[in-house]
């Protein structure tokens, strides 16, 4: 399970894809007491580790796991910086549509070739799908954070000033792997959120969505690409993945977009489908396809470095992948890869 941890920072990834999360002002710990998530000395760790005693996870085990856990400030600084960024389009873009990640993207399809068609035959999702999700999440498994997610999720659930009862499910559910899959807690490693292994799944998404694809008895994200590829593949089925279906359409519009009609039209808003073609035509929003007036679409516009706007309408496979991160430009940017790589893989054929 323990691995050597890259020295290369995966900070800049992980903090631009979590812009979207709410602001968060980290609080400063009170003077004279240092902070600390150890049961002994911190009533909400006390509180958790009552609840997973009752639950059924053995105190001992679980007072050594959280007494090893370290309150760390540098998450908690680091969750404040996220939400502040506001990227562009073209900028997002050129983070992650890069010759190498397409390339590498090929060769991880070619790579895991077998796991591949059989995570499309049995979950309808196609593998550039898959790999570009892991490419963009990890670089395909090459940066998979080197936070130790115990610290981490202990300071968040139990420092954060407004998210501390989502953090708290997710430590508990962290406790809850690292038991079941017999690891030590302190070994693993992931952002400074606590996401986890080469599709960065947080603790509760790795429980409910988590599979065992080499059927070796382990879901293993951490170290097991064909466990991920699986992984990810159920991840976009259990939220609606429809196989075949087009992710997205191109769109004409305005040359300038108002905020009030971006706002009327709910554009880029990572809402399920619910603008019909008709409402957005009436606003000079137009199809390049012909479509039924009354098929709704998820509105979509993008700033390009020439100020120049590009439009396109999501469809529901575009809101699947809005479900992995709550960001029009993240799942853009997967889909864009996703096209770059199979493109690519056919022509290496
Ligand atoms: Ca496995």
């Not at 812009?19 to 000395?41: D, K, Y």
């Not at 390339?103 to 049995?122: L, T």
């Not at 501390?164 to 070994?187: K, M």
Request: hydrophobic content about 40%.
């Amino acid at each position: 399970m323990t691995k050597v941890q890259r020295k290369t920072s995966s900070y800049l990834l992980v903090a631009l894809l979590s812009w979207g999360a709410p602001a968060a002002f980290a609080e400063e710990p009170s003077q004279g007491q240092a902070p600390s998530v150890a049961p002994e000395l911190n009533a909400d760790s006390q509180a958790l580790m009552a609840e997973l005693v009752q639950q059924g996870l053995p105190q001992d085990w679980l007072k050594d796991a959280l007494g090893q856990a370290a309150y760390t400030q540098s998450v908690l600084d680091a969750m404040e910086g996220a939400a502040e960024r506001r990227l562009k389009w073209h900028e997002y873009r050129a983070i992650f549509l890069t010759q190498q990640r397409i390339e590498e993207g090929a060769e991880f399809i070619e790579a895991h070739a077998q796991a591949f068609a059989r995570a499309e035959n049995i979950y309808g999702v196609p593998a550039e799908i898959i790999a570009a999700i892991i490419g963009v999440e990890t670089y395909y498994g090459r940066h998979k954070g080197q936070h130790r997610v115990l610290d981490s999720l202990a300071t968040l659930a139990f420092y954060h000033p407004t998210r501390g009862s989502f953090f708290r499910g997710e430590l508990a559910a962290f406790l809850r792997i690292a038991y079941e899959q017999d690891v030590e807690p302190g070994e693993l490693h992931g952002s400074y959120a606590g996401a986890m292994g080469y599709p960065q799944f947080i603790p509760t998404s790795y429980q409910a969505y988590a599979v065992d694809f080499d059927d070796d008895g382990r879901r293993d994200l951490w170290d097991n690409p064909v466990d991920a590829i699986g992984s990810v593949a159920n991840y976009f089925s259990e939220h609606g993945w429809r196989a075949g279906e087009a992710i997205y359409h191109q769109a004409t519009g305005p040359d300038e977009l108002s905020s009030a009609l971006r706002q009327q039209l709910s554009f880029n808003q990572t809402s399920s489908p619910s603008v019909s073609i008709a409402q957005l035509a009436a606003h000079g929003v137009e199809s390049v396809e012909p479509f039924d007036d009354d098929m709704l679409v998820m509105p979509l516009a993008f700033e390009f470095a020439d100020g120049e706007i590009g439009y396109r309408l999501g469809e529901n496979n575009f809101y699947v992948i809005t479900r992995y991160n709550h960001s029009h430009l993240y799942a853009m940017a997967v889909t864009e890869l996703s096209e770059a790589i199979a493109a690519l893989h056919e022509e290496q054929r």
